[in-house]
């Protein structure tokens, strides 16, 4: 079984500083994907960023980029430039073996201040 | 881009009633997936279908059904609704029903039902 832990229940960053999002996972499959989640008030989960346990370079995607320490079992996930918009929750998530299942993490309520 | 629809975003339902709540995705997804979302327990999985009227128990099917008659649609079922399914549900879908990961897994939620049971 998988095991998502998001230690900051809540956060804040000063609009345009950058923010590290916390996630460790605990898992015994030997390849595995982490994806992190944007959940607005509106409660739509949006995709954020995907990372394979094998991919060599660590995911970007605008300014979003996932900072992978496969040995410390960490997935970190970074927004450069942190915007208004940017205030929701995130979650953090693992799927398994097979690809069929996700386990999320409890989630980081992200507050982005003017 | 894909789309995943639900078709309430409000429902309020009475303790007994039987509910049926609808996702439909339009990208041709094999993978179909229900999960309820509450405060401090983040999403848990109810059921996941990865075929037309396959289906699979995820982590707390207890008092939930599922259907899948067509590959586009997934329904989720309460036969008697109590008060303690009062939660936000929320329906994803994916391409690919597993074999080699990778991003083409990445689940595509809907909007969300919040359901609550009076």
């Known amino acids: 079984a998988q095991k998502i832990t998001q230690t900051q229940p809540g956060m804040f960053v000063q609009e345009k500083e950058a923010v590290t999002l916390d996630c460790t996972y605990d898992?015994?499959?030997?390849?595995?994907?982490l994806f992190w989640y944007k959940q607005p008030s509106s409660g739509e989960m949006i995709f954020l960023i995907y990372?394979?346990?094998?991919?060599?370079q660590n995911a970007t995607e605008g300014r979003y980029s996932l900072n992978f320490q496969k040995a410390r079992k960490s997935a970190n996930l970074v927004i450069s430039a942190s915007q208004l918009g940017d205030s929701a929750m995130y979650f953090c998530a693992a799927h398994n073996n097979a690809g069929n299942m996700l386990t999320f993490g409890g989630g980081t309520r992200l507050m982005v201040k003017p | 881009d894909v789309k995943v629809t639900q078709s309430s975003r409000y429902l309020v339902k009475r303790t007994g009633e039987k509910v049926f709540l609808e996702c439909v995705q339009d990208m041709d997804h094999e993978n179909m997936f229900w999960y309820r979302q509450d405060p401090g327990l983040g999403l848990r999985l109810i059921y996941f279908s990865y075929d037309v009227k396959m289906k699979e128990k995820g982590d707390i099917p207890e008092g939930y059904s599922v259907s899948r008659e067509k590959k586009e649609r997934f329904s989720l079922i309460l036969e008697s609704a109590s008060t303690n399914q009062t939660s936000m549900y929320l329906c994803?879908?994916?391409?690919?029903?597993?074999?080699?990961?990778?991003?083409?897994?990445?689940?595509?939620f809907g909007p969300g039902t919040r359901l609550t049971v009076l």
């Open positions: 994803a879908s994916s391409l690919v029903a597993g074999g080699t990961l990778g991003s083409t897994d990445t689940q595509y």
């Open positions: 898992t015994s499959d030997p390849s595995y994907g």
């Open positions: 990372q394979g346990s094998y991919d060599q």
